[in-house]
C-alpha cells in the first residue's frame, strides 16, 4: 500500500532515554519532514530532508536528529528525551522540496508520552 | 518570523454553510495550503492557492488575497463527516510551510 508509515504508534519513554521514530515512505518522493504537533500551537517543523544525503533545520531542532541514508526512510532521534518533547510527531514527504506547490502527504503519527 | 492566524473553533448545523478565515504575515509568500485533519488522524490536503481568487473543489472552496495576507476555505453542504480541524499553512521564503494552530469546526445536526 503506497504511502507513510511511521513506528511506533505510541511510546511513552523515561526522561533521559534515548529513542529514535522510523518514518518510511514508498511514493520514491525526494523531500521529507518531521513535525510536532501540540495543542495550540499546531504542527512546527523540527527537520527536513530535500534530497537523500542532505538535512536541514526547521523551526525547533534542538534534542532531535536526523539522517537520510536512502530516499525512503527518514528517522528521527532524540539523544535524551525530555518531557517538553512530550508530543506528536508527524513525518511527512513530498514529491519535491524547495519548490512551493507540491503538497505534502502526512504519515499517521507516532504520539510520544516522556514521564 | 511568521504569523498566522486563523479562529480556535466554530460551530454550524448540518447542511449549512461556514467560513474559515486565516490571515497572515510572513517572510515571503509562496503559496498557501488548506489540510483537514480529523482527530487522531494525520492531516491530509484540500487545497492550494498561489494566485489571487477562488478556487472551487466541489462542497470546497478556498480564496486568497496576498495583498491583505488573508485566505479562507469555505465549507458548503456540511456533513457530518466535515467535522475536524482545518489549518492553514503558509509557504515562505524559504518553501518550508508554517502552520497556524488550526481552526475546529463541529457540525451539529
Known amino acids: 500500500i503506497a504511502g507513510i508509515t511511521q513506528a511506533p504508534t505510541s511510546q511513552i519513554l523515561a526522561a533521559g532515554r534515548r529513542m529514535t521514530l522510523r518514518c518510511t515512505q514508498d511514493?520514491?518522493?525526494?523531500?521529507m519532514y518531521w513535525y510536532r504537533q501540540d495543542l495550540g500551537l499546531g504542527l512546527r517543523l523540527i527537520h527536513y530532508?530535500?534530497?537523500?544525503?542532505?538535512?536541514g533545520k526547521g523551526e525547533v531542532p534542538d534534542g532531535y536528529s536526523v539522517s537520510r541514508a536512502n530516499t525512503d526512510d527518514f528517522p528521527l532521534t532524540l539523544a535524551s528525551a525530555v518531557p517538553s518533547q512530550t508530543s506528536v510527531y508527524f513525518c511527512?514527504?513530498?514529491?519535491?522540496?524547495?519548490?512551493?506547490?507540491?503538497?505534502?502527504?502526512f504519515g499517521p503519527g507516532t504520539r510520544l508520552t516522556v514521564t | 518570523g511568521q504569523n498566522i492566524d486563523q479562529p480556535t473553533e466554530m460551530t454550524a448545523t448540518e447542511g449549512a454553510i461556514v467560513q474559515i478565515n486565516c490571515t497572515y504575515q510572513?517572510?515571503?509568500?509562496?503559496?498557501l495550503f488548506w489540510y483537514q485533519q480529523h482527530a487522531g488522524e494525520a492531516p491530509t490536503f484540500l487545497s492550494y492557492?498561489?494566485?489571487?481568487g477562488l478556487e472551487e473543489k466541489g462542497r470546497f472552496s478556498s480564496f486568497l488575497s496576498r495583498s491583505k495576507g488573508y485566505s479562507y476555505l469555505l465549507l458548503k453542504e456540511l456533513q457530518m463527516k466535515d467535522s475536524a480541524s482545518y489549518l492553514c499553512?503558509?509557504?515562505?521564503?524559504?518553501?518550508?510551510?508554517?502552520f497556524g494552530a488550526g481552526t475546529t469546526v463541529t457540525v451539529r445536526a
Open positions: 510572513t517572510s515571503g509568500f509562496n503559496g
Open positions: 511514493m520514491r518522493h525526494n523531500a
Open positions: 492557492n498561489v494566485l489571487d
Open positions: 511527512a514527504s513530498s514529491l519535491k522540496g524547495g519548490s512551493a506547490s507540491y503538497e505534502q502527504y
Open positions: 530532508s530535500n534530497t537523500a544525503g542532505t538535512t
Open positions: 499553512a503558509v509557504v515562505g521564503n524559504d518553501y518550508k510551510l508554517s
